[in-house]
């Protein structure tokens, strides 16, 4: 695989991956919505300390995905331990996420996304893409 076909790959996790939260504000689902908005209701609300604490960590996790993205574009030899370290986060960010409530279309999108976030995984640590992390070029 060259550098540009995996950029392309890289390209198109990063579409799906504002598709997937755009759609529903291009496209809104109002029995989506009402149902969100009746979880939403149902929820205790966040002491100003955990708020405080999940936005810190929120803003962590999007900076070093952003930055993770750039680097794997430019094939820095820290992107990849940086995209993981970022996947982490979010994922450990996840419990407090509460109940979601997704349209169906935005979902697969979403689910396409998560899909090719393994592929990146997958490749730049156990395939030829690999080599080119190993040192920055």
Not at 53 to 58: D, I, K
Request: hydrophobic residues 55%; proline residues 3%; glycine residues 2%.
């Amino acid at each position: 695989m060259s550098k540009n076909q995996f950029r392309w790959i890289l390209f198109a996790w990063l579409l799906l991956s504002v598709f997937s939260v755009a759609f529903e504000y291009i496209w809104p689902n109002p029995i989506a919505n009402q149902a969100y908005e009746y979880v939403l209701e149902q929820e205790t609300e966040w002491t100003e300390r955990e708020f405080s604490t999940l936005s810190l960590l929120a803003g962590v996790a999007i900076v070093s995905a952003i930055v993770s993205y750039v680097g794997l574009l430019l094939f820095k030899s820290w992107a990849r331990h940086l995209f993981v370290f970022s996947l982490l986060l979010t994922l450990c960010l996840y419990p407090w996420v509460g109940v979601t409530v997704f349209d169906i279309y935005s979902l697969v999108l979403s689910e396409l996304s998560t899909l090719l976030t393994g592929v990146i995984l997958m490749l730049v640590y156990y395939s030829p893409v690999a080599a080119f992390y190993e040192h920055d070029t």
